[in-house]
């Protein structure tokens, strides 16, 4: 079965340093895997998905990602963090073709300090 | 406007009351999701559908149930509201593809 890890529930980081959310996976089969970001008050809005075309993945506002099989991992990164990032970041991982849900982690807080 | 919208985006009601959750889409997906979130556990199915004559339980179903009006519009009812179902509510639409696409949500208290 499919599931999900996000090392961290809370990460801190300065305005214009490196962001780097964790995200290991457990998948049975070739998974896909997404980000999405959810600001205050707002629903979930997809960063960016891992499909099995490139290892390393764009998403919208400056974020990506890179898939690792040998580490089961796809944590998310950015070069230079902004107030306006300041929200709850998910990993999820489809679960199966059966069900067509996503398996999602426990979520991690981002903070960014002036 | 909005792809996904739910209604009421916040709502408090008493234990033991029926309340119903409403979603709509306009993206044409034909499979659409009930999920429910609480801090420090991410999100949880509660029903999926991949059209309007099919319903499945998810991993979280029992005290709720769902109804597929049309392919638009799916809802999720809580017959009798409990304290423990106070949480934040979100409906996704999806496809093959494997994304999904989710609304604002709706914050439900039950006191």
């Known amino acids: 079965a499919q599931s999900v890890t996000q090392l961290g529930s809370h990460v801190s980081v300065s305005e214009g340093a490196l962001v780097l959310l964790r995200c290991n996976y457990s998948?049975?089969?070739?998974?896909?895997l997404f980000w999405y970001v959810q600001y205050p008050n707002q629903g979930l809005q997809l960063l960016l998905k891992?499909?099995?075309?490139?290892?390393l993945v764009k998403g919208i506002n400056g974020f990506e990602a890179e898939f690792k099989k040998s580490e089961t991992s796809f944590h998310l990164t950015k070069p230079s963090a902004h107030m306006s990032d300041a929200a709850e970041y998910f990993c999820?991982?489809?679960?199966?073709?059966?069900?067509?849900?996503?398996?999602f982690g426990q979520g991690t807080t981002l903070q960014v300090k002036p | 406007d909005a792809d996904v919208t739910q209604t009421p985006r916040n709502r408090i009601t008493k234990t033991g009351k029926r309340i119903m959750l409403e979603c709509s889409q306009t993206?044409?997906?034909?499979?659409m999701y009930w999920y429910r979130q609480d801090p420090g556990l991410g999100l949880r199915l509660i029903y999926y559908?991949?059209?309007?004559?099919?319903?499945n339980k998810g991993e979280i179903s029992d005290g709720y149930s769902v109804s597929r009006q049309a392919q638009a519009k799916f809802s999720l009812s809580l017959e009798s509201a409990i304290p423990n179902q106070t949480a934040l509510y979100f409906c996704?639409?999806?496809?093959?593809?494997?994304?999904?696409?989710f609304g604002p949500g709706t914050r439900l208290t039950v006191t």
């Open positions: 999820a991982v489809y679960g199966s073709s059966n069900t067509g849900k996503l398996i």
């Open positions: 998948s049975s089969v070739p998974p896909y």
């Open positions: 891992y499909t099995s075309a490139a290892t």
């Open positions: 993206k044409g997906h034909d499979r």
């Open positions: 559908s991949f059209d309007v004559k099919d319903i």
């Open positions: 996704a639409t999806g496809t093959g593809s494997r994304e999904q696409y």
